[in-house]
């Protein structure tokens, strides 16, 4: 029996799934970073022996891929060794603002570089830094890892580096950004799950692993949560009931409109297209407990739609459906029944997900068949109902909610391509 490795970089922490030749997972580990937000890369190297380790004996000898996702838009800068030459800057970092009017300058009209936390304005900001002479590479956090178990620096995969402007049509670094003297620095782009090389002779002595492990390009978290849910086709989509609303619809159509926050990344020969609103888990666990939601949920009466109109928010803001900064929160009238108030708040969240996935079919992607969930919501099975009723298409539980299966997944796929 072969087995594959995937590792899934969060905020918290890094965790570990082994599958086997039939997609089964075999072994789940985690290695949690310490609280304090210093010395970040440390901790990523530290958090992926600490997976390492953890492999039992019985996997190691067949452990034939590796894959590792990151955070999106988390990047740092390193020598020709592959050492980091300034701390790290995380995915929600936004100290790209500062050089963000350079950006403008460079970057076609709403093209998705255009944020304060995208990787491109990050890189931007660290060419303005007295280390920068140092610099020899400009990598992801998913690329730097991986450079850790296969020892080749300067390889990114296309899912990591769209925020930093590469062009996920053509396959290649656009001309506006290849006249930048920065761009000597940009890893060569290769499609996820694309075999890069085995891992060194010093991991596979140090962790007991197979000469022949090879590690492959990886992907970003987000991306490795919908590889994971079981999505197979075009019209399927994962819907992440986390603290926030993330939609992700595959579309054989690519949709793009930074209006809304909607961009597409490439998966194959389809196109993962989707938005995130600022409603969400963080909103109702604001008003009741984890026990009460399951509670005050069972007690909802589905026969009689609630009369509630919400836009539920915990501050003034909105980003998709609606990109309205100033968008305040629509919370009244409350109801001393706290059952017709949680009712009210799980139906107008209903109402902004279809909303959701009625816009982006609206701007020309396939339409919506099935809609599987992921994150804490998910397991609200009366809020699947109320999403049904208003989707109009059936309401699943995706078939693995780890990002690491997803990447595991991918790691698979690099010995079947």
């Known amino acids: 029996m072969n087995f594959y490795l995937g590792i899934d970089f969060g905020t918290t922490g890094a965790r570990g799934i082994v599958i086997d030749s039939e997609n089964q997972t075999i072994n789940q580990f985690q290695d949690l970073f310490p609280q304090d937000n210093k010395k970040v890369i440390l901790h990523w190297q530290k958090a992926l ?17 590796i894959a590792i996702n990151g955070t999106s838009s988390t990047v740092l800068v390193c020598d020709g060794k592959g050492n980091p030459v300034e ?3 995380m995915y929600n970092d936004k100290r790209g603002i500062t050089v963000f009017p350079e950006v403008k300058k460079i970057a076609p009209e709403n093209h998705v570089v255009l944020s304060s936390t995208s990787s491109l304005a990050k890189l931007l900001w660290f060419s303005s830094q007295p280390t920068f002479t140092k610099a020899k590479y400009f990598l992801h956090q998913a690329d730097w890892l991986a450079f850790l178990l296969h020892g080749k620096l300067g390889i990114s995969d296309y899912h990591n580096a769209l925020k930093l402007g590469y062009d996920v049509e053509n396959l290649c670094y656009p001309s506006w950004l290849e006249k930048l003297p920065e761009f000597e620095l940009l890893p060569q782009v290769l499609p996820p ?3 890069v090389a085995e891992i060194t002779p010093e991991i596979s002595q140090r962790f007991q692993l197979p000469q022949d492990c090879l590690v492959c390009t990886g992907t970003t978290d987000s991306i490795a949560a919908f590889l994971a849910s079981g999505v197979s086709k075009p019209g399927e989509a994962v819907t992440s009931l986390g603290s926030t609303l993330v939609l992700k619809l ?3 159509i690519r949709v793009e409109n930074s209006q809304y926050g909607i961009y597409s990344h490439r998966l194959g020969d389809n196109w993962l297209t989707g938005g995130a609103s600022n409603t969400g888990g963080a909103v ?18 589905l026969d009689h739609p609630s ?25 009244t009238p409350r109801p001393d029944n706290q059952v017709d108030f949680l009712h009210g708040l799980l139906q107008s969240m209903a109402k902004i997900e279809s909303d959701g996935y009625n816009l982006l079919q609206k701007l020309g992607a396939t339409p919506l068949e099935k809609v599987y969930s992921a994150g804490g919501g998910a397991k609200n099975p009366i809020w699947r109902k109320i ?13 693995n909610t780890q990002a690491a299966y997803g990447t595991a997944t991918l790691a698979k796929k690099s010995l079947e391509n």
Do not use: C, M
């Not at 022996?49 to 891929?65: R, T, Y």
């Not at 109702?284 to 007690?299: A, G, N, P, Y």
């Not at 999403?387 to 078939?399: C, D, K, M």
């Open 49 to 65: 022996w600490g997976i390492l380790e953890q492999l039992p004996n019985s996997v190691k000898p067949q452990l034939k891929a």
């Open 87 to 89: 701390e790290a800057i």
């Open 193 to 195: 799950g694309h075999p």
């Open 250 to 252: 595959l579309s054989s």
């Open 284 to 301: 109702l666990k604001h008003f009741f407990t984890d026990s009460q939601l399951k509670e005050l949920s069972s007690k909802i009466n």
């Open 307 to 331: 009369q509630l109109d919400y836009y539920p928010l915990l501050e003034a803001g909105e980003r998709f459906p609606i990109n309205d900064p100033q968008l305040l929160p629509k919370l």
């Open 387 to 399: 999403r049904q009723n208003y989707l109009l298409v059936p309401v699943e539980l995706s078939v």
